[in-house]
């Protein structure tokens, strides 16, 4: 099992920035790609940003020369630096670790961290 804790949320103003951070704890032997996923009200989860454990990087298009995922491997940590904020990035934010090299592979979530940027 994997435990995923997030942080680094809260309100900040238009062109603002703050970084998350998501903390895993138990047996991430077998992950191989980590991730940020957002869910505003009202709307579906949607990717933010992938990492692999190659650090192959993937962005969403709407938060490409914004945002930076990078990860601590000492710290089993994976981080999304979110530059020039914009009220529409305003979301729940969510941690996602996953075993993809499988079919049906582990993958877990952490319980969001809220992110909200005022115009």
């Known amino acids: 099992q994997v435990q995923l804790v997030e942080s680094g949320g809260g309100l900040v103003q238009a062109g603002g920035s703050l970084r998350l951070s998501c903390v895993a704890s138990g047996n991430i032997h077998s992950i191989n790609v980590m991730g940020w996923y957002r869910q505003a009200p009202g709307e579906q989860r949607e990717l933010v940003a992938t990492?692999?454990?190659?650090?192959?990087?993937n962005y969403a298009d709407s938060v490409k020369g914004r945002f930076t995922i990078s990860t601590d491997n000492a710290k089993n940590t994976v981080y999304l630096q979110m530059n020039s904020l914009k009220p529409e990035d305003t979301a729940v934010y969510y941690c996602?670790?996953?075993?993809?090299?499988?079919?049906?592979?582990?993958?877990?979530w952490g319980k969001g961290t809220l992110v909200t940027v005022s115009s």
């Open positions: 996602k670790f996953e075993n993809t090299i499988v079919v049906e592979g582990p993958r877990y």
């Open positions: 990492i692999t454990t190659r650090g192959r990087t």
